[in-house]
Nanobody
């Protein structure tokens, strides 16, 4: 059983930065594909960024050039560095670990971009 825990959300002004962290436990972290998703009120959950098992990264068009996903296998942690934040980035951000063909979700962390 893989457990996923996000942290690092909060309130930030437009143009500001936040770094989200996601710690995964219960298996071999380096073999997981890891992704960040978000869900705004009244909207469907959407992909933000993923880090594949092969080591490649992919981003949604809405965050490309502003967000960076990275991982530290020694710490079993994946990060999402978010810069130049906009009010449209306000959402609950979820971390997803894909291990053994199954997806495991964290509880989510709230990011609010507002003055």
């Amino acid at each position: 059983q893989v457990q996923v825990v996000e942290s690092g959300g909060g309130l930030v002004q437009p143009g500001g930065s936040l770094r989200l962290s996601c710690a995964a436990s219960g298996g071999t972290f380096s073999s997981y594909a890891m992704g960040w998703y978000r869900q705004a009120p009244g909207k469907q959950r959407e992909l933000v960024a993923i880090f594949t098992i092969s080591g490649s990264t992919k981003y949604s068009d809405s965050v490309k050039g502003r967000f960076t996903i990275s991982r530290d296998n020694a710490k079993n942690t994946v990060y999402l560095q978010m810069n130049s934040l906009k009010p449209a980035d306000t959402a609950v951000y979820y971390c997803n670990a894909i291990a053994g063909g199954y997806g495991y979700w964290g509880q989510g962390t709230q990011v609010t971009v507002s003055t």
